[in-house]
Nanobody, 127 residues
Framework: QVQLVESGGGLVQAGGSLRLSCAASGRTFRRNVLGWFRQAPGNEREFVAA????????DYADSMKGRFTISRDNAKNTVYLQMNNLKPEDTAVYYC????????????????????WGQGTQVTVSS
């Protein structure tokens, strides 16, 4: 059974930093795109960042560029999201996700590309 488990969320003041982790189990994702999404109350789930299987390719939503960094450790089957200069509008539940198909980058900025999802971790940024 595949599981993705996020950790690292919490409460932080505006301008602060958090590092989210997502550990996968049940299969390897060393040949797969991994991503982060977020969902605020009343909003749709939105793309945050994605990373290719080697880590060489990365993509970010425009509002996260320069503040967020996605990375991965294939030996640990884990993806990370370093979030700096956090703003109140970053408050949301953050989800990690994995694409099942090897070496596929199709539509990876959309939720429909992902087959596996974590349970989410809450990030709250106070002003």
């Amino acid at each position: 059974q595949v599981q993705l488990v996020e950790s690292g969320g919490g409460l932080v003041q505006a301008g602060g930093s958090l590092r989210l982790s997502c550990a996968a189990s049940g299969r390897t994702f060393r040949r797969n795109v991994l991503g982060w999404f977020r969902q605020a109350p009343g909003n749709e789930r939105e793309f945050v960042a994605a990373i290719g299987w080697s880590g060489a390719w990365r993509d970010y939503a425009d509002s996260m560029k320069g503040r967020f960094t996605i990375s991965r450790d294939n030996a640990k089957n884990t993806v990370y999201l370093q979030m700096n200069n956090l703003k109140p509008e970053d408050t949301a539940v953050y989800y990690c996700a994995a694409v099942a198909r090897d070496y596929s980058i199709a539509a990876v900025t959309t939720t429909r590309a992902y087959d596996y999802w974590g349970q989410g971790t809450q990030v709250t940024v106070s002003s």
